[in-house]
């Protein structure tokens, strides 16, 4: 794997683009443009310089600055310039989220999900999609991600970043995701799914498809994937109760059959565990 250093730069560049925020139902709520560039200064920093053009109001302006190694292991950054940052610990007594961006060598896709503490439990209060085409490119934004889109049998391998600095890559997994009527039935095997090697887990579960919603109620909470604009997914809980370990992930179709997903853990104690980028493409 390449330097944090290294993978920060991937980020690069002038970025147009626009924060999207969405109900919960998935129904676009405000968009505001924005432009962001990241600059690599003459003392080899990055400055970073955000500017949102609300539609009703004044633009304003963001700006911030980083030096090597970079902004800590707490925001892990990835070899294609993923990244995650967020709340370390997760408590049901506070406000809490996450951001997950994904990117191509001309295009960024970037995911935040904030809750809302309940006292005893947490609630998705927002979300908001930031789709980005670095300037001067000819990229063509993804389209809407639909459920036909999702159907069949994808490869994948991963890449997990820890806390401490551990780094495990080359986990293979192979999802199957099939519609029967309103129902979406999927299967994740990971390991390689052809041989028997004890190391191999398969997960099972089933969502109901509810318009550009997927609905997986069977669980101990409520979690929805949200399909979304810009080959965009939102996979979080709706409700979630404190003393069980959960993950964000944002979920992305860069090209038809070519797919990421980044998935930020936490544990059952609220700990922040893990980011995972998976990388996976279509076979069937």
Not at 110 to 129: K, M
Not at 156 to 177: A, T, Y
Not at 201 to 224: K, M, W, Y
């Amino acid at each position: 794997m390449k330097s944090q250093w290294d993978c920060i730069r991937e980020n690069l560049g002038t970025w147009n683009g626009s924060f999207t925020q969405f109900s919960l139902e998935g129904e676009e709520i405000k968009d505001t443009p924005s432009i962001l560039t990241l600059a690599e200064q003459p003392d080899e920093s990055i400055k970073l310089v955000l500017t949102r053009t609300p539609p009703d109001g004044e633009a304003n302006e963001m700006v911030r600055g980083f030096s090597k190694p970079g902004p800590g292991p707490m925001v892990p950054f990835l070899d294609t310039g993923a990244f995650s940052q967020g709340s370390n610990f997760w408590s049901s007594y506070s406000r809490n989220g996450a951001e997950l961006a994904l990117t191509t060598p001309e295009r960024r896709l970037r995911l935040v999900l904030l809750y809302a503490g309940l006292g005893g439990s947490s609630r998705l209060s927002e979300i908001t999609l930031i789709r980005e085409t670095r300037a001067g490119s000819n990229a063509v934004e993804s389209a809407p991600l639909t459920v036909d889109q999702l159907l069949g049998t994808w490869e994948g391998e991963s890449l997990s970043l820890f806390p401490d600095g551990r780094v495990v890559e080359g986990i293979k997994s192979n999802l199957v995701m099939q519609q029967s009527g309103d129902r979406l039935e999927q299967s994740l095997t990971f390991g390689d799914a052809s041989s028997s090697s004890p190391s191999q887990r398969t997960i099972t579960s089933t969502a109901r498809i509810d318009g550009n919603r997927l609905l997986f109620e069977e669980g101990p909470f409520p979690i929805q994937v949200l399909m979304l604009p810009g080959g965009a997914s939102a996979n979080a809980p709706l409700d979630l109760p404190s003393g069980h370990a959960f993950f964000l992930e944002a979920g992305w179709m860069t090209a038809p059959g070519h797919r990421q997903r980044l998935m930020r853990r936490y544990d059952d104690k609220g700990n922040w565990e893990s980011v995972t980028l998976v990388q996976e493409r279509k076979v069937s």
